[in-house]
């Protein structure tokens, strides 16, 4: 099964993509995510996506970020979209520019295919990004935005380590304010301990102490060469 999503709305077309990531992993909740970019790209791994399945026959999400735009890899994703609609995993090409030519090439075999366009925006305010945001939104417990702001993080080329310290930090102020009566016993700023106070209401201290493992153990797996540090904190992102 194959989706298109193009356009240059950047915060509506990756909308339209974890909605789409949500319904399928609402039918298949034991489906197996993968995301794969220009900086991993790898025909053969694509082939291996396409035709199997994940353990149990479990099948297999796999998002293709932004390849198009890259010449070789274009002719070798464009040669596989037969094979991509008549996979039964499913795959969702996403990318900002894409001629009319490509576009009609993916008409032929996708799904389904939208648009989501904007007025440009310049390059400077496309990278503008608080990376506080995220705190925000983890600690609201805000999956939906949370995983937009991580896909605009990396939009703005904020890296995935970054964004992965961030978060672990945050968890780790929820955790030590449950535990202390005041910032200073926290050894917290009085800011960051009156945003815990609040935030800490919206999960158990049983679910904290999961989350501050699932990111340690997720870090360290990445520098083991277990899995990409990107794609693994999505994958955590997308089951808060």
């Known amino acids: 099964m194959l989706y298109l999503l193009h356009g240059n709305n950047f915060a509506k077309s990756r909308e339209k993509l974890r909605e789409i990531i949500a319904s399928q992993m609402g039918k298949n909740p034991d489906a197996s995510y993968f995301k794969l970019t220009p900086e991993n790209w790898n025909l053969d791994g694509l082939e291996t996506f396409i035709r ?19 010449k070789d890899i274009q002719e070798e ?28 090439k993916i008409e032929k075999k996708a799904e389904k295919v939208q ?25 609201s417990r805000d999956k939906k935005r949370l995983w937009l702001l991580y ?59 999961s989350l501050s493992s699932q990111l340690v153990r997720l870090y360290q797996d990445s520098r083991r060469g277990v899995h990409e540090l990107d794609t693994a904190l999505e994958r955590f992102i997308l089951t808060v």
């Open 151 to 209: 896909e605009m993080g990396l939009h703005a080329q904020v890296s995935s380590e970054e964004m992965h310290r961030i978060l672990f930090w945050q968890v780790k102020a929820m955790l030590t304010t449950l535990s202390s009566g005041n910032a200073t016993e926290a050894g917290l700023n009085p800011f960051v301990y009156r945003k815990s106070q609040g935030f800490v209401k919206n999960y158990t201290k049983e679910e904290l102490f």
């Open 115 to 139: 648009e989501f366009s904007a007025k440009e925006v310049s390059k400077e305010k496309q990278k503008e990004f608080n990376i506080f945001s995220l705190t925000d939104a983890l600690g």
């Open 52 to 70: 199997g399945k994940g353990l149990f026959q479990n099948k297999y999400i796999v998002v293709l970020d932004s390849l198009l735009s890259l």
């Open 77 to 104: 994703l464009l040669g596989q979209l037969s094979t991509l609609k008549e996979s039964e995993n499913v795959f969702i090409i996403i990318e900002e520019t894409l001629t009319k030519e490509i576009i009609k």
